[in-house]
């Protein structure tokens, strides 16, 4: 299932939602398809059902309790790239999960097999500062193009973050205000979300320094 939109903040969008690569699902897809196989040629051999073609079908059971569960792990992890944070959720009824603010990534690496090449897998390996440090996502789908997608976002939001900073000292700054007046006034806008906490600390330093 998508993301859902109400868990994102205020003119924060989604670039990239996405799933598991359906390489995760191959083991329990391959266990049915030989449960399958295993069962039909225990009938015809035997003639019928016995023994061990009921135990064969108490496998092939199994097998597909074991591709639904993890069909619907498959369907309820997330992946998510916004345009101010890296998400990954996943869980059915009890959720867990990471959010990784874009600035605070440090470095983006991927590795793939050859398999996972060619069938276009990987895992994403994400350096971040604080207490969060490395994370590692498999399974992840064209994990090249998403480590170029995050560095593009990256990029954009450190742009838009010096532009906001830029029209932040030009409002604080105008006019001839006195420290206590533009230190109100950058209360202000932290109040209307202009600016968010660590940009407020960070000009209020400048401002007493």
């Known amino acids: 299932m998508p993301f859902p939109p109400d868990l994102l903040n205020d003119s924060e969008e989604i ?3 996405l799933r ?6 191959f083991s329990a897809m391959l266990f049915v398809v030989l449960a399958i196989a295993a069962t039909a040629a225990s009938t015809v051999l035997e003639g019928g059902f016995r023994v061990v073609t009921f135990a064969l079908l108490a496998i092939l059971a199994l097998a597909v309790i074991l591709l639904l569960v993890r069909y ?6 997330n992946f998510v790239v916004t345009t101010e944070r890296l998400i990954h959720r996943e869980g059915v009824i009890a959720k867990k999960g990471i959010e990784i603010p874009l600035d605070r990534v440090q470095t983006i690496r991927f590795n793939q097999t050859v398999l996972e090449r060619m069938l276009g897998a990987g895992d994403l390996m994400i350096e971040s500062a604080g207490e969060t440090g490395q994370n590692t996502f498999t399974d992840i789908r064209k994990p090249n193009m998403v480590q170029q ?4 976002e990256i990029e954009a939001y450190e742009n838009r973050r010096a532009d906001r900073m830029a ?7 105008s006019a001839g ?4 007046e533009q230190l109100e006034k950058l209360h ?3 109040q209307q979300g202009a600016i968010n906490p660590a940009e407020y600390e960070a000009q209020k330093a400048r ?3």
């Open 15 to 17: 670039v990239l939602d």
């Open 20 to 25: 598991p690569h359906w390489i995760k699902l």
């Open 72 to 77: 619907v792990r498959w369907t309820t992890t």
């Open 149 to 152: 997608v995050i560095y593009r």
């Open 167 to 173: 029209g932040v000292r030009a409002t604080v700054g």
């Open 177 to 180: 205000l006195s420290v206590a």
């Open 188 to 190: 202000q806008l932290l």
């Open 207 to 209: 401002l007493l320094a």
